[in-house]
């Protein structure tokens, strides 16, 4: 765990690719880059911002924060008061996520209207397993609980936005093959959230069966990963997470 070492010995780690089996060539920046501090993070983006004229938002998320506040290491005051401290963070837009509503009400509180530049958005996982600030007090209501029309509409009392995985919005079969779309993103409009869903990857494997190609489970799909997000824009999808920008870029300037 994280909190069983100080930054100066995390320091010493350095990044290597996650998925090396599907993405080997990547492996050859194992070991190049150290794991930098949200503060560094918020100077590269302000200096990157400065260069090419753009303002650049940020989405922390808040890992764990029932684990962390349980150890006494709660993080929601820390990440506002980094987030207040920096000058490029208090004006441009940030979306704070966290997959645990207990978080996203406290800082709903906390934030209040000092900064409208910030939003929160509620991270969805397994639809049929509890969050973990649920289960922690032995409740059994799941994500797929929460998110019924009334469950939405009590969701915007303390977020803005909802971050469903992919498969929330259209589900797949045992085989990869997209099913029928669901009504979420309808739903989640009319209690008046948006939607950001989680993640867009180009390799056949990750894409529904009816857009992969012929070339092997681990080969970049770049047509297919942008027919996916395609997809998910024409249901009035708001924002998607992507492995990789570039192809997420083209998938919209060429609408």
């Not at 949200?38 to 004229?53: H, N, P, R, W």
Request: net charge negative.
């Amino acid at each position: 765990m994280s909190s069983d070492f100080t930054l100066a010995e995390i320091k010493q780690l350095r990044a290597c690719e996650r998925l090396s089996k599907i993405r080997p060539f990547n492996s050859r920046y194992n070991g190049w880059f150290e794991i930098p501090s949200l503060e560094e993070v918020i100077d590269f983006v302000a200096a990157t911002s400065t260069a090419y004229g753009k303002n650049i938002g940020l989405i922390p998320e808040i890992k764990h924060p029932t684990h962390f506040r349980k150890i006494g290491l709660p993080s929601e005051d820390k990440l506002v008061e980094i987030l207040d401290h920096h000058p490029y963070t208090r004006q441009t837009a940030v979306e704070i996520q966290s997959f645990e509503p207990t978080a996203l009400r406290y800082l709903h509180q906390k934030i209040g209207q000092n900064h409208p530049n910030w939003k929160l958005m509620f991270l969805l996982g397994d639809p049929d397993v509890p969050p973990a600030d649920i289960l922690a007090s032995d409740g059994k209501t799941t994500y797929r609980n929460l998110i019924t029309k009334e469950g939405l509409r009590d969701i915007r009392r303390y977020a803005d936005a909802i971050g469903p995985a992919n498969e929330y919005l259209i589900p797949k079969d045992n085989t990869g093959q997209w099913l029928q779309p669901t009504s979420l993103i309808q739903d989640a409009h009319e209690a008046g959230l948006l939607v950001h869903s989680y993640t867009c990857r180009p390799e056949n494997i990750f894409l529904p069966q009816q857009l992969r190609n012929q070339e092997g489970d681990s080969s970049r799909n770049i047509q297919g990963s942008i027919a996916e997000i395609r997809r998910y824009l024409s249901m009035g999808l708001d924002g998607f997470f992507t492995d990789d920008p570039a192809i997420g870029r083209l998938a919209i300037i060429e609408l």
